[in-house]
Structure formats: structure tokens, C-alpha cells
């Protein structure tokens, strides 16, 4: 049964910076393009970004392009997000997941972008 854990969120005033893990088990990972999701309070789960296999390719949310960057490390079956220039508005709980959001979803990790 895979299971995928998120971690490094946390509080951060607005311009911050932060990078989001996401720990996946049980599966043949480097199979896998891989996805972060967020969800701000009282809305729905939003695509964030999405990495190839093995990582030739990414594709993210026009709100965070230039801003955000999603890598992976094969070896490690992780997968990162790297928030640069941190908004109000990034304000969510953010997941990972495949690009069909097939797999249980984690806990995920709050982000709080807050002055």
C-alpha cells in the first residue's frame, strides 16, 4: 500500500520562502510523474505543479510559475517544492499525489504565508 507523507511547512511572512517534502513508500516511485496540490481554507484542492518521471519535465499553476519549482530525488523517493517570493494567497494545505490523484492522499503540510 503506498503512502506518501508531506513535511516542512510552517509559518512565513509574506517574500519568505520555504520547501515542502513529500516522502513516498511502496511504490516503484521513479515510475511515477508526480504532483503538488494545495487547498486554501474553504476552497477546493488545487494542481500546483507536476514533474516527470525523471524530472525531464514540469508544468505548474500559472499563479505560482517563476515563483515555485518542483524537483525530485529517485533515490530518495521524495519529491520537493521550493516556494520562493511566498504570497498571502499560498496560503493552503498542500498535498502530493500522482497527476490522477489515484493514490491515498497524505496529511499534507499547512503553509501560512502571514505578516
Known amino acids: 500500500q503506498v503512502q506518501v507523507v508531506e513535511s516542512g511547512g510552517g509559518l512565513v511572512q509574506p517574500g519568505g520562502s520555504l520547501r515542502l517534502s513529500c516522502a513516498a513508500s511502496g511504490r516503484t516511485f521513479s515510475s511515477y510523474a508526480m504532483s503538488w496540490y494545495r487547498q486554501p481554507p474553504g476552497k477546493g484542492r488545487e494542481l500546483v505543479a507536476t514533474?516527470?518521471?525523471?524530472?525531464?519535465?514540469?508544468d505548474y499553476a500559472d499563479s505560482v510559475k517563476g515563483r515555485f519549482t518542483i524537483s525530485r530525488d529517485n533515490a530518495k523517493n521524495t519529491v520537493y517544492l521550493q516556494m520562493n517570493s511566498l504570497k498571502p494567497e499560498d496560503t493552503a494545505v498542500y498535498y502530493c499525489?500522482?497527476?490522477?490523484?489515484?493514490?491515498?492522499w497524505g496529511q499534507g503540510t499547512q503553509v501560512t504565508v502571514s505578516s
Open positions: 499525489n500522482l497527476p490522477s490523484r489515484s493514490w491515498p
Open positions: 514533474i516527470s518521471s525523471f524530472g525531464r519535465s514540469t
